[in-house]
């Protein structure tokens, strides 16, 4: 008992970080489902993180009832970006991301009233990893209603083809939007709790890093289900954790064997839909085989008899 106690007070901060970067790596997702890659999460992250935590500090108020003003930070955000990227062409729309996420970060650093500027902000409170899990529990289940929702049906089709969904009577560019103030919304969830995990705030705090990690955590995860993102972001936050502890001369290229093997022998990630479909398929064709060649046998056996 003594050494679970033990282990669990090592990798806590460990599992609070993979909970934190699965709201980033959700964020990611929801506008990667509409056929969008932006990684303008970190922008929607740096704005919820910063105004949740001088909220705090000004207001003395309880994190939980302050979560939803940095969610409302993100999606504001979010769809005035949807208003300029969704003019522009995918490949441009991600560079305008990562542009944006430089912009944002000369923002944090000139704009000391609200951030702290290059002293950085100090968050005096924190949340229990208790309080993590039942909000990553809400985000999965808010993310499962809308995977089966009229929503997630037309974003998957926007995502497939915009011009056949458009046939279909589905507007793109509606659905797309409404998929970047979802990201907005659940990326500035994931910066405030950030700052409070964290509990002190700079401008590197919200950078290019996180982008990266968690586009590459979307894709290790599984592109085509919201899950795949959660199961990505707690491998890519574990993976150097477990490589440290056994191989910490040769960490960085145990992480990179490991990845690239995923890659390589699941090119559509951890959590494939496709392929859970099609092994069930295949159950049921089986199945459905055995039972009817069940009552073959039973007779050829009572020919034989007669």
Do not use: C
Request: proline share 4%.
């Amino acid at each position: 008992m003594q050494a679970l106690a033990d282990f669990w007070r090592t990798y806590q901060s460990t599992v609070a970080f993979a909970i934190v970067n699965a709201f980033f790596a959700l964020s990611t997702y929801s506008v990667l489902s509409a056929g969008i890659l932006s990684f303008a999460t970190v922008t929607y992250a740096a704005i919820g993180g910063f105004v949740g935590a001088r909220l705090i500090l000004q207001t003395g108020l309880d994190p939980l009832i302050l979560l939803p003003a940095a969610m409302a930070a993100g999606a504001l955000l979010a769809y005035v970006v949807a208003l300029i990227f969704l003019r522009l062409e995918s490949h441009w729309m991600a560079l305008a991301s990562l542009a944006l996420i430089l912009i944002v970060r000369v923002a944090v650093i000139n704009v000391p009233s609200l951030t702290g500027g290059v002293n950085g902000l100090s968050v005096p409170v924190t949340l229990p990893i208790g309080v993590l899990g039942i909000l990553l529990a809400l985000a999965m289940i808010v993310f499962y209603r809308l995977s089966v929702s009229w929503y997630g049906i037309a974003a998957q089709a926007v995502r497939e083809d915009p011009a056949v969904a458009s046939s279909l009577g589905i507007a793109p560019r509606r659905i797309q939007t409404i998929a970047f103030v979802i990201s907005g919304a659940v990326g500035g969830l994931g910066g405030m709790l950030l700052a409070l995990v964290l509990q002190f705030l700079s401008p590197d705090t919200y950078f290019v890093n996180i982008a990266f990690t968690m586009i590459a955590a979307v894709v290790l995860g599984g592109s085509y289900h919201w899950i795949g993102s959660i199961i990505g972001a707690a491998v890519f936050t574990a993976l150097p954790v477990i490589a440290q502890a056994f191989v910490p001369h040769f960490q960085e290229v145990a992480n990179g064997v490991v990845l690239l093997l995923i890659m390589i022998f699941l090119p559509r990630g951890l959590v494939d839909p496709r392929a859970i479909r099609l092994r069930r398929a295949a159950r049921n064709a089986n199945a459905n085989a055995d039972a009817d060649g069940a009552p073959a046998k039973v007779s050829s056996a009572a020919g034989a008899a007669l």
